[in-house]
């Protein structure tokens, strides 16, 4: 049962990064056949899609896969024949990143097929979430409506994989380790530091958690 985990983050190891492995670990703790691969995407050189529309070419080499040849390209065939993804991004300008758009350009259009239902060619359903970081506190998180703004991209990979995501939200997240060395005004360091130390380790239980869901849902599977 295999699981790859898509960091979005330029910062492998920091809240989006750390929130990840622990999707990635709750998996592996419920099961003994699990296999984790976590691909850290800013250490890869590629693009987003190119538009070339090889992918849909009748009859063509590449029909229903990317012909883009770069670090990125030999890593997809094989994300597509595991059993769950986690997609992880910071949240950058109310969206995910832009490492991470692009990625998820490359492994969602060449799936899509152009007919009246825009139906998969996904070699296999997938079981999948998405988890976010964010400065914001939830509240604000909602009042700015980032869940609706983040929806889209959630339905196409629904649609392309057959099951809905799962969704991890993660707030507030702490950005530096010395906030006196930077201008930062609006955020109160005390508070920050409070919620790395109180609210992030229950952030990554239920990261935990999610990982142990998605294991349950490849496990359900006929
Ligand atoms: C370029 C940039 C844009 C950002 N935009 C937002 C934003 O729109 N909303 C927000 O809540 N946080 C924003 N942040 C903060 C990050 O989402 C947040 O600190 C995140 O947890 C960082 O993840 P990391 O620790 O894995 O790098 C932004 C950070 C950067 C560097």
């Known amino acids: 049962m295999q699981i ?3 960091n979005g983050s330029p910062r492998t190891s920091w809240n989006t990064g750390t929130i990840l492995q622990n999707v990635l670990d709750g998996f592996a703790e419920s099961r003994d056949d699990a ?16 538009s070339c529309f090889e992918c849909k070419r009748l009859g063509g080499p590449s029909y229903g896969r990317c012909a883009v040849k770069d670090q990125l390209g030999p890593l997809l065939p094989n994300i597509l024949q595991a059993d769950a993804l986690v997609i992880a991004s910071p949240i950058y300008f109310s969206d995910i990143t ?6 998820l350009e490359r492994l969602l259009f060449p799936l899509f097929v152009y007919d009246k239902d825009y139906s998969s060619l996904a070699p296999k359903k997938l079981h999948t979430a998405f988890v976010y970081t964010m400065n914001v506190p939830r509240d604000r998180m909602e009042r700015m409506q980032y869940p609706e703004r983040l929806a889209p991209m ?3 990979v629904g649609r392309c994989f057959g099951h809905e995501p799962r969704k ?14 930077y201008k930062m005004e609006v955020f109160s360091e005390a508070e920050k530091a409070r919620q790395r130390e109180m609210e992030f380790p229950i952030d990554c239980r239920r990261a935990r958690e999610l990982g142990a869901a998605l294991a349950a ?4 599977e006929p």
């Open 4 to 6: 790859y985990g898509i």
């Open 35 to 50: 296999l984790t691969e976590k691909i850290d995407l800013y250490s890869l050189s590629y693009k987003g899609c190119v």
């Open 98 to 103: 832009g490492m991470m758009r692009c990625f």
């Open 154 to 156: 959630e339905s196409f």
């Open 168 to 181: 991890l939200y993660v707030c507030d997240t702490y950005q530096f380790k010395d906030y006196s060395k």
């Open 217 to 220: 849902d490849v496990a359900g």
